[in-house]
């Protein structure tokens, strides 16, 4: 679905990494670890297609990122739900609505949304927090309700962002099973933190590969983790 | 999608991205009153277009349709050379009627300048004779040439050459108007375009927010297009409603004369302010889309 073949990236004329290799196919687990800076959030962004390769190939559901206009890229990008790290939402509107707005900017706001919306809230457990606005929840509910919103139109891939950066460690775990479940739905997921409990968590859970990115290349993490 | 449709649903609006984008109040209140402030101006561009241009039809038609024979002529002879020009005048292809000036309306005339009760007998006054023409006029050089021959105090003035001038000055009367009122609607253009720009700069995590979830630039730009079409159609009918009511309160022409107090439109030519405000939104909605998508294009 998502494929990077000798990908570079060079920012204001530095190399963060380059010769990057990764696949991220139907049902596959993977962890993305790696020092602050290494480039972990771009290597996320590259898979989504919110950045360009410098060099190499990003194929993204089949079709190469160079060659996709804006508006493939805007309905690829429907295919893929991101959580990101400060899980940005419009903090006007309120919790229900933000995430409805993958269907909403879709075009399919009714039918049978409503359900599913109401199944989605239950499922991250803020069916109480539906009507809130995003800047009245903790981090934990935030974060939540960013998987939902990443989830909504069933997406075929999830990439999460530190996911777990600001919650404690049971809503973690809640949250790591969630992503768990989604997996094995077929989802591919890739998650990006240097939680390294999160790992070993999900060890027991899911058949995951860990990747771990330093000294600009993308490595598998040894044995340890 | 079909033209209708479209306008349709940029009245009727897309909830969601209504909703995605909150309303900026300073924008918004920008947007509103420089459209009325520019609707309200145009009105009074469209009354200045429209006056000066009846003034140049109305000089050119009396003008054209007018001609002046002037005799100046010893007092024994000015009756028999003023018989003899009606006579000519009245064998000529092109005049309607001649008519002498009765010493009451040469009176008249000369009264703006020197006042009522002027002794009019004791003046040695040309007699003038006023020709109307009909068709498509006199020959006025066959006319003269006749004049010369058979009343030798005659002096033919077919107004061309004051006429003209005239005519000319209310045509670039009418060009200005016109122009003003282009220039109220490129400023206003370009007011909704720094106004979008601002609006988009302002809700840069908004957009980006939109984008991450996979909204396209024609949906993202569709919440600012409609809103600022919207603000601009208020706005303009707003202005247009005030500047033709102030057209409305100035003084009538017929009563206290002259061209400034004949400002406003006639007839037909009332329905004109009726176009400013759909002029504004379009020119809002070309403005204001074409400001969005470049912007957003240029942001990737």
């Known amino acids: ?115 599913d919306l109401r199944d989605l809230l239950a499922w991250v457990g803020l069916t109480q927090q539906a009507g809130q606005l995003p800047p009245q929840l903790s981090g934990g509910e935030r974060q939540r309700a960013a998987l939902a919103r990443a989830v909504i139109t069933s997406p075929d891939v999830i990439i999460a962002d530190e996911p777990t950066g600001n919650i404690d460690w049971e809503m973690s775990q809640r949250l790591l099973k969630l992503l768990v479940e989604l997996n094995r739905m077929g989802k591919a997921v890739l998650i990006a933190t240097h939680d390294l409990e999160l790992i070993r968590a999900a060890k027991g859970m899911v058949s995951a590969r860990v990747l771990r990115l330093k000294d600009r290349r993308l490595q598998m993490a040894g044995a340890g983790l | 999608m079909p033209v209708l449709p479209r306008l349709l649903s940029l009245v009727t609006g897309d909830r969601g991205a209504d909703r995605a984008v909150p309303p900026s109040g300073f924008t918004s209140w920008l947007t509103l009153g420089a459209a009325a402030a520019m609707a309200f101006l145009a009105v009074f561009a469209l009354a200045f277009s429209a006056a000066t241009g009846r003034l140049a039809d109305r000089w050119s038609e009396e003008l054209a349709r007018t001609s002046t024979l002037r005799i100046s002529a010893p007092a024994e002879e ?118 979008v720009q601002s609006s988009l700069a302002a809700n840069a995590q908004i957009i980006r927010v939109l984008r991450l979830v996979g909204a396209r630039d024609v949906y993202i730009a569709r919440a600012f297009v409609r809103r600022f079409t919207m603000r601009a159609l208020l706005g303009a009918l707003g202005g247009t409603v005030l500047g033709t009511a102030a057209l409305l309160i100035l003084p009538r022409s017929d009563v206290a004369g002259g061209f400034l107090t004949g400002l406003g439109f006639a007839g037909a030519s009332w329905l004109l302010p009726l176009t400013i405000p759909p002029v504004a939104a379009i020119a809002a909605f070309w403005a204001s889309r074409s400001a969005a998508l470049t912007r957003l294009r240029a942001e990737s």
Not at chain 1, 1 to 27: H, N
Not at chain 1, 53 to 75: C, I, Q, W, Y
Not at chain 2, 91 to 106: D, I, K, M, S, Y
Request: with cysteine; charged share 20%.
């Open chain 1, 1 to 115: 679905m998502i494929e990077l073949k000798d990908v570079a990236y060079t920012y204001g004329g530095a190399e963060l990494f380059s010769g990057l290799g990764l696949t991220l196919a139907p049902g596959s687990f993977h962890f993305l670890t790696g020092p602050s800076g290494a480039g972990k959030t771009t290597l996320l962004k590259l898979c989504y297609g919110e950045l360009t390769a410098t060099a190499g190939e990003v194929t993204l559901f089949g079709e190469e990122r160079r060659g996709l206009s804006r508006d493939a890229l805007a309905l690829t990008r429907r295919r893929i739900g991101v959580v990101h790290q400060d899980c940005q939402f419009l903090d006007h509107l309120p919790l229900a609505e933000n995430i409805a707005l993958p269907l909403t900017v879709a075009g399919r706001p009714g039918g049978g949304a409503e359900g």
């Open chain 2, 78 to 195: 000015m009756a028999a050379q003023t018989a003899a020009a009606l006579r000519v005048l009245g064998q000529t292809p092109g005049v309607a009627e001649a008519h002498a000036l009765t010493a009451e309306e040469q009176e008249a005339l000369l009264a703006p300048w020197f006042g009522p009760d002027l002794p009019l007998d004791s003046l040695p006054l040309p007699q003038l004779v006023e020709i109307v023409e009909e068709g498509e006029g006199f020959d006025p050089a066959g006319l003269r040439a006749r004049l010369v021959a058979e009343v030798p105090g005659a002096v033919l003035d077919d107004h061309a050459r004051w006429r003209e001038p005239l005519v000319a000055a209310a045509g670039r009367l009418r060009l200005l108007a016109t122009l003003s009122t282009l220039l109220i609607g490129a400023a206003l253009v370009a007011m909704v375009t720094l106004a």
